[in-house]
Each structure stands twice: as C-alpha cells, then as structure tokens.
C-alpha cells in the first residue's frame, strides 16, 4: 500500500480532514472467534465509500467502480466494539479515476485497518470507463471540515 496523503486518523473523535460514518456490523460478519471476518472489511469499506459518494456527487447512484483495493489488517474489531467507523479521506483524482485512503476504527476509536483503492468513474450506458465531469472532480477535492 502507499502512503495515505494524509496522516491516518488516531481515533474515531481525531479525524481532522476525513469524512466518517458508522457501518452496522450484522451477525453474519463474525465468526465462531467472535471477530469480524476478513471479508466482513471490503464490506464494510465499500459501505462507507457508498455513503461517501452519495454524499460528495449528490446523486442517490454515483457511477464508479472499484479497480484496485489493498487492505492491511491491523486488529480485531470483536462484537462488543460496534458500532465501527469508516474514515474516507480523497488521497488524488485523475482523469477518469480517483484514489481514497480508508480507515475502519472500533468503536473504541482504535484503527483496526487501513486500505487503499482505485475507483474509475463509470459510463452505464457504454459499459466502460469514462471521464469525471468537472463537478464530479470539484465534489472529489472539496476537503471535508
């Protein structure tokens, strides 16, 4: 994984510069050792980048896909430690495509993992990649207070 642009947040009441929202844990995602899956994260991560979108290009189905995703895995968020915490913050925004740090605290407020991803702006008509329109940049660049 590359460095954050930013310096990742130490707590979920720290975010100076990162968007956040609490993700509902359900049961499903922990198993017999009472932690939260490994596949439980993307979920989760993808739960918050959703929310983030939504929120950032105003439209209830933003048009993007992911096309890369590194996750580090740093602790267990265990059932007592819910709700969790998603911290998104824009790490560069290209072209066609925009890359964001993420953080998924416990509630707690300890970083439980850290991730990477590429998303690519999305044309639903021509099934492919496209370019971000300028407000779709601008929504990216717009730090959060």
């Known amino acids: 994984m590359t460095t954050p642009s930013a310096p990742f947040p130490e707590a979920s009441t720290s975010i100076s510069g990162w968007w956040s929202t609490q993700v509902q844990v359900w049961w499903r995602d922990f198993d017999e050792l009472g932690h939260m899956t490994a596949a439980a994260y993307p979920a989760a991560y993808e739960e918050g980048v959703g929310r983030f979108m939504t929120d950032r290009w105003g439209v209830a189905s933003p048009a ?3 096309a890369r995703t590194t996750i580090e895995y740093l602790s267990e968020v265990r059932r007592p430690q819910q709700p ?3 911290h998104v913050h824009v790490a560069h925004v ?3 495509s925009f890359v964001l740090d ?10 439980c993992s850290v991730a990477q991803t590429r ?3 999305w044309d639903t008509v021509r ?3 496209r370019r971000l329109a300028e407000a779709e940049r601008a929504a990216l660049l717009d730090t959060p207070t």
Request: aromatic share 8%; net charge positive.
């Open 127 to 129: 099934r492919g990649p």
């Open 64 to 66: 993007y896909v992911t």
């Open 84 to 86: 969790i915490t998603v």
């Open 102 to 111: 993420l953080v998924l605290s416990d509630a707690t407020g300890k970083q």
């Open 94 to 96: 290209g072209a066609s």
């Open 119 to 121: 998303y690519v702006a």
